[in-house]
């Protein structure tokens, strides 16, 4: 793997919502892009544009203006799930499924089988500790404990992206510090890049390459943090 390899970048890729005089520009025209082996975090306030932005950068969305292109790793169809894991602010476990089948669910929907598909799950959940949950439904574990659970489940699949949104926002500064030493290292284990948008300097502190996004402008796309 090459760390010049792009697996991301959008084209003066913008989004607005609404039309007219109604209209909301959510993320002004952007060029970015997300080589393999990255870290990054986009930093900003609340409204300044970072989910728009990781939205485009995941396929979840598509922008109104520009383009976005996933070189390395196929079209806007192929990323997710697969090549592209997404963690949201809230955990997003669905209630009814054990935190296993959870784990599991990308890369059934990906088209593993169901064996295949919870020995992936098992084996993320052990790297995070998390195996002894492996039985139990959402309601019955912590929200610090839910969202290690949703790393599990980015990671399951082996992405070659991990974009986490938020993903510290629910959490006190201890279990936030806590999480992003899971997402590192979670993203050294399987080689993968990561994009951490976050308002939260601290947290940013914690990966190299910070981007920085101030009323859907995005400022500064390759600033390296001084060590």
């Not at 919502?17 to 930093?43: F, K, N």
């Not at 990323?79 to 894991?85: L, W």
């Not at 492996?134 to 599990?152: F, N, T």
């Not at 999480?179 to 976050?198: F, I, K, M, N």
Request: net charge negative; aromatic share 2%; no cysteine.
């Amino acid at each position: 793997m090459s760390h010049d390899e792009v697996l991301v970048r959008t084209l003066g890729a913008g989004r607005t919502y609404g039309s007219g005089d109604t209209a909301t520009v959510a993320l002004q025209p952007t060029d970015s892009e997300v080589p393999a082996g990255a870290r990054i975090g986009l930093v900003g306030p609340s409204g300044s544009g970072k989910s728009t932005l990781l939205h485009l950068l995941a396929g979840l969305d598509e922008p109104t203006v520009g383009s976005v292109e996933w070189p390395a790793l196929g079209d806007r169809a192929q990323v997710r799930p697969g090549p592209v894991a997404v963690v949201f602010q809230g955990p997003s476990l669905l209630p009814p499924l054990t935190v296993l089948e959870n784990v599991a669910l990308p890369a059934v929907l990906g088209g593993a089988s169901d064996a295949a598909a919870r020995a992936l799950a098992r084996a993320a959940l052990e790297l995070l500790s998390l195996a002894e949950l492996a039985d139990k439904l959402p309601e019955e574990i912590s929200g610090g404990q839910a969202q290690r659970v949703a790393v599990a489940r980015a990671i399951a699949g082996e992405p070659r992206l991990i974009l986490a949104d938020e993903p510290t926002g629910q959490l006190d500064r201890a279990h936030g510090a806590a999480l992003v030493d899971v997402l590192l290292a979670a993203a050294d284990h399987t080689g993968s890049a990561l994009v951490v948008a976050t308002h939260d300097p601290t947290v940013a502190a914690r990966l190299p390459t910070r981007w920085e996004a101030h009323s859907g402008r995005l400022e500064t796309a390759a600033h390296e943090v001084p060590a």
